[in-house]
Nanobody
Framework: QVKLVESGGGLVQPGGSLRLSCAAS????????MGWYRQDPGTKRKLVAS???????NYADSVKGRFTISRDNAKNTVDLQMNSLKPEDTAVYYC????????????WGQGTQVTVFL
């Protein structure tokens, strides 16, 4: 059974930091591109950052320079370090794993809430 379990969400003031973590099980983690997406109510889920099996990263323009994605293939985890948080970063953040070369294997976590409040 595939599981992606997020942790680390919460409340933070603007300018603050949070670190999200996603623990994966049931997949060969090192074969997957891992990503973080976020979703506001009534909107589509959007990519925040992704990291390939080889460590290549991609970021949404809105988070470049503030967020950093990393992975640990030995621990089957992918983290998202979020700095200089803004109210517009408020959303539910979802961990995603997609098998490289076999995109039908596409899995999601349950989501974790991040709220940046004034």
């Amino acid at each position: 059974q595939v599981k992606l379990v997020e942790s680390g969400g919460g409340l933070v003031q603007p300018g603050g930091s949070l670190r999200l973590s996603c623990a994966a099980s049931g997949i060969t983690f090192s074969f997957y591109t891992m990503g973080w997406y976020r979703q506001d109510p009534g909107t589509k889920r959007k990519l925040v950052a992704s990291i390939t099996s080889r460590g290549s990263t991609n970021y949404a323009d809105s988070v470049k320079g503030r967020f950093t994605i990393s992975r640990d293939n030995a621990k089957n985890t992918v983290d998202l370090q979020m700095n200089s948080l803004k109210p517009e970063d408020t959303a539910v953040y979802y961990c995603n794993g997609i098998r490289e070369g076999l995109s039908t294997l596409n899995y999601w976590g349950q989501g974790t809430q991040v709220t940046v409040f004034l």
